[in-house]
């Protein structure tokens, strides 16, 4: 008996399967046969109902037997083209035989075939252009079936590639071994595997073939889950030392507040301080709204730590976001030691910072891809932190950790991630979340504005200025581009520093621009110096500016929906209503449309990241591509939330009660990783 990820015999071995359909299921990814029968199709072709002329079915489907009743030539040549009448016992109508002239010597009036295709009305007169016909002597019969369709390439037909999956199946399933415990099947009543495999290809009835996908949909996430499991356990080593973690109520930072903290902010606090007492490293996610108060959670885990003997690493995906920190820092945690390592410090200066991380004098230290450099050496690291997380990739976050003796691991995303995905994309990590907002946050209205109509923008722009306030312009371009017909930075804030906004100060940043330059630019902005500033995507975190009250975003379509979310996060800081512009051009596509409609109905960082999930799919929403985390055929991760979540609570009762699978019910799972390594590689992608 054999596991479907144990058939390993070449594909050639099938009858049929030359050089040319070899090279064409390669380009498929597609070299041996258990490959072969994962290679599931991208839809079905029902043809067990009937759809007469008369009646044809929701997609103009027609299924039924004809009979051939008259041919004739239709258009001039070059275009000319063969036309074949025929009926059955409810109407007629006319194939097209475009490119299939033979035809007309097999099409002959009398004869009678089974069809299906297509139909459409054009001139007044139903026709079907697309077609595929087979007498009714014919003993392999596809008209009564319900047929595959799989994705193709290079030279490969469906017909060839049936025949090649029908024969593995035939040679091959009977032999295919369970991959779930016996009690889970029994549980969701699913069919023996051979049978799932079997009728994923070529289901019986409609009905056997939604229990196929439902089986392989829930087996993909239940084998997924239970591999980052059991990695993750495999993994999990307790500390080296403990720290004698303070109680929470004990904290000045917290007794020095001139607020409350938000419940949100509480619970994950409480969750936190749980994790650091624990002899095991804290690995937990943060995830909330923009200006939730992340940050601040932060610095009170930070605190924890030093007041404790340990050293913090906080790290931050821009120079930016970095000098905001620090500054809020020695607010914050004004009574312990931290300093800001950046790429831009000299080598003196860098030299002090080395000496007194080694020495342990400095207890926090904030930077950007700095703390990656090889002459960083801690006295003591205990704690990570990880600002905007989903910047950074997998190997960059386990370079950080390892300067230390197996430090507590916090990030921390202003990318919301809907439950069911997070538990999935983050199997390694514990979730928290902060939804509530501080206390004075006022709405922000969203707007959106055909571009040739900004003037009614800049209108409204004027009017907020004239009452003191501050305003942000974002563009997709740092300049311009002969490319793409885009509007630019550069030259936009020439425009409205000279022409539109004269009477005001306007500065701009964007990447290129030096450091000190973009940090004096945005110390003006943030003192009320400089009343509108201009910039790409690079505020899009890291700006805090309560009496900036509205973001015009140009050329909006370009920019996802995370992005849009943080830019319009920016405004709204402070204790004025605040407004945001989403200007977009002419040409749309469909998404680009749902993007700004979802961003004009939704204020929710929430709800946009689940509308965002069924527009796109995951893409970088977590950073998949960074860290090549998974691999799914039937199973997506915008739909089956359900099934996902209950694969989910199935592992974790199977490893909190048999953490080994020693158990008999596991045998299966037990097998399937001893004997069956690439199992696991077909469904996880190891970064």
């Not at 990814?29 to 002329?53: A, M, V």
């Not at 000319?80 to 059955?88: E, H, R």
């Not at 110390?523 to 500033?533: D, K, P, S, T, Y």
């Amino acid at each position: 008996m054999l596991f479907l990820g144990e058939l390993e015999q070449t594909v050639s071995r099938l009858k049929g399967i030359g050089p040319k359909t070899l090279e064409s299921l390669s380009q498929l990814s597609i070299n041996t046969i258990g490959q072969l029968l994962r290679h599931y199709p991208q839809r079905y072709e029902n043809r067990q109902d009937t759809f007469k002329l008369a009646s044809p079915g929701e997609s103009g489907e027609i299924n039924t037997q004809i009979e051939v009743i008259g041919q004739e030539w239709a258009g001039r040549y070059p275009k000319k083209f063969l036309k074949v009448w025929v009926k059955d016992d409810s109407s007629t109508a006319a194939l097209l035989c475009f490119g299939r002239e033979f035809l007309e010597q097999q099409l002959q009036p009398g004869e009678s075939f089974y069809l299906y295709g297509k139909m459409q009305y054009k001139y007044g007169e139903p026709q079907i252009s697309s077609f595929e016909i087979q007498s009714i002597n014919v003993k392999n019969d596809n008209f009564h079936k319900i047929l595959p369709v799989y994705p193709l390439s290079g030279s490969l037909q469906q017909r060839i590639l049936r025949q090649a999956i029908y024969q593995a199946l035939n040679e091959w399933v009977l032999h295919i071994e369970e991959e779930i415990p016996p009690s889970l099947s029994k549980k969701y009543d699913f069919p023996a595997q051979k049978e799932i495999i079997r009728a994923i290809h070529f289901p019986h009835s409609m009905e056997e073939l939604l229990k196929a996908k439902e089986s392989i949909i829930y087996m993909e996430w239940f084998h997924l889950q239970l591999t980052a499991a059991r990695r993750i356990l495999k993994d999990r080593r307790p500390r080296n030392h403990q720290l004698q973690i303070s109680p929470m109520e004990n904290m000045e930072i917290i007794k020095e507040l001139p607020f409350l903290l938000t419940p949100d902010q509480n619970s994950c606090l409480r969750d936190i301080h749980t994790d650091l007492k624990s002899s095991y490293p804290m690995n937990r996610l943060v995830q909330g709204e923009v200006g939730s108060g992340k940050t601040l959670v932060a610095f009170v885990s930070a605190a924890l730590i030093m007041r404790a003997g340990g050293q913090v690493a906080m790290m931050v995906p821009t120079e930016l976001l970095a000098q905001q920190h620090i500054k809020n820092a020695k607010i914050f945690l004004k009574n312990y030691s931290c300093a800001l390592l950046t790429g831009h410090l000299n080598q003196k200066e860098r030299k002090i910072i080395t000496d007194q991380l080694q020495s342990g004098e400095i207890q926090c230290l904030l930077g950007t891809h700095a703390l990656f450099s090889d002459d960083l050496i801690f006295k003591q690291l205990d704690l990570v932190i990880i600002d905007e997380q989903h910047r950074f990739g997998v190997k960059q976050r386990l370079n950080l950790v390892k300067k230390g003796s197996n430090p507590h691991l916090l990030l921390m995303t202003a990318t919301p991630i809907p439950r069911t995905l997070a538990i999935t994309a983050f199997g390694d990590l514990q979730i928290s979340t902060i939804k509530t907002l501080p206390g004075g946050r006022k709405s922000i209205e969203t707007h959106l504005a055909q571009q040739g109509k900004e003037e009614k923008v800049y209108d409204f722009v004027h009017g907020e200025l004239a009452k003191g306030h501050q305003a942000y312009f974002v563009y997709p371009l740092i300049e311009e581009s002969e490319k793409i017909d885009l509007k630019d930075a550069e030259s936009m804030y020439q425009l409205l520093d000279k022409k539109i906004f004269p009477q005001y100060k306007v500065a701009l940043i964007h990447s290129r621009i030096d450091e000190e330059e973009k940090r004096s630019a945005m110390e003006a902005f943030q003192q009320g110096e400089v009343h509108i500033l201009v910039a790409t995507s690079v505020v899009e975190v890291g700006v805090d500016v309560p009496n900036a009250t509205v973001m015009v975003v140009e050329h909006a379509e370009r920019f996802g929906l995370s992005a849009l979310h943080q830019l319009r996060g920016r405004i709204g800081r402070g204790d004025f209503a605040s407004y945001c512009f989403l200007v977009f051009g002419s040409k749309l596509t469909e998404d680009a449309k749902e993007r700004l409609r979802c961003m004009k109905e939704k204020s929710s960082g929430f709800d946009i990241a689940k509308r965002d999930l069924e527009i796109r799919g995951p893409g970088d929403i977590t950073g998949f591509r960074q860290s090549g985390f998974m691999k799914l055929r039937l199973a997506q991760l915008g739909e089956n939330r359900e099934t996902m979540e209950q694969a989910h609570e199935d592992v974790m009762n199977i490893l909190e009660n048999d953490a080994g699978l020693l158990n008999k019910d596991n045998t299966i799972l037990r097998e399937l990783f001893t004997r069956c390594a690439p199992f696991s590689d077909d469904l996880i992608i190891r970064g």
